[in-house]
């Protein structure tokens, strides 16, 4: 069998669950200083600081520059009904990384609080969720090609060659596998596009040109692991 080549040591940023309250300290019975409020979500200048400080890090002794960043989702602590409220989010929260990592790749996986019942009849899954996907893939969609732009505003989920080198990097979204209390399969409509992520999660690995990186935001359960 031929030798595999050596693996490359890489690194990544990752920054999740922000749960952003972009009126911070508004709405909060005991902000807890500049930075956030476990009841009320954090604020603008924590998110900031935090993107800022991973920047920072760039080129410090024993630290390699990022091979990309991965924002993997839970954007917002809005009350229900912000829809734009949730777009006007993910767009800030993306220029401020592409602001702080402009060469370098950064990629977007929906969460499970990334949805709002405002937003279309039986979100996440299509068609009503279209227009939520269509905005915040666009807010995010710096670093993807025109198939991943158009996967990701479809269905939430893509793959992307050539930003990450010999690397494919693959986003799922977790939300057709667990929205909030789990995928219904006794909706066939629920079932049948859960088994399409999978489907598509197969073809896109077994496709890939070489290795694979995997993001999503909910992981797999310890009992669902072989």
Not at 27 to 56: E, I, K, N, R, W
Request: charged letters at 15%.
């Amino acid at each position: 069998a031929p030798i595999p080549p050596p693996l490359v040591e890489e690194t990544f940023w990752q920054i999740t669950d922000i749960h952003l309250n972009p009126d911070y300290p508004k709405g909060c019975p005991s902000p807890c200083g500049t930075f956030a409020d476990h009841y009320c979500g954090a604020s603008p200048a924590l998110y900031t600081s935090a993107v800022q400080f991973m920047a920072a890090q760039n080129g410090l002794e024993r630290i390699r520059p990022p091979a990309f960043v991965a924002h993997t989702g839970d954007m917002p602590d809005l009350p229900a009904g912000n829809v734009s409220a949730i777009w006007a989010l993910a767009k800030w929260q993306a220029d401020a990384l592409y602001q702080q990592f402009p060469a370098t790749p950064v990629f977007f996986a929906f969460g499970n609080h990334d949805f709002d019942p405002g937003v279309g009849d039986d979100c996440p899954y299509m068609p009503g969720c279209g227009t939520h996907y269509a905005a915040v893939c666009a807010a995010f969609g710096r670093d993807l090609d025109a198939v991943a732009r158009a996967s990701c505003a479809a269905a939430g989920y893509f793959y992307v060659d050539g930003k990450v080198a010999g690397v494919r990097i693959i986003v799922l979204n977790t939300e057709y596998f667990g929205w909030e209390q789990g995928v219904d399969l006794s909706n066939r409509t629920h079932a049948d596009a859960a088994d399409a992520h999978l489907l598509w999660l197969e073809t896109a690995v077994a496709g890939a040109p070489a290795k694979v990186m995997i993001l999503g935001h909910i992981p797999p359960a310890s009992g669902e692991l072989p």
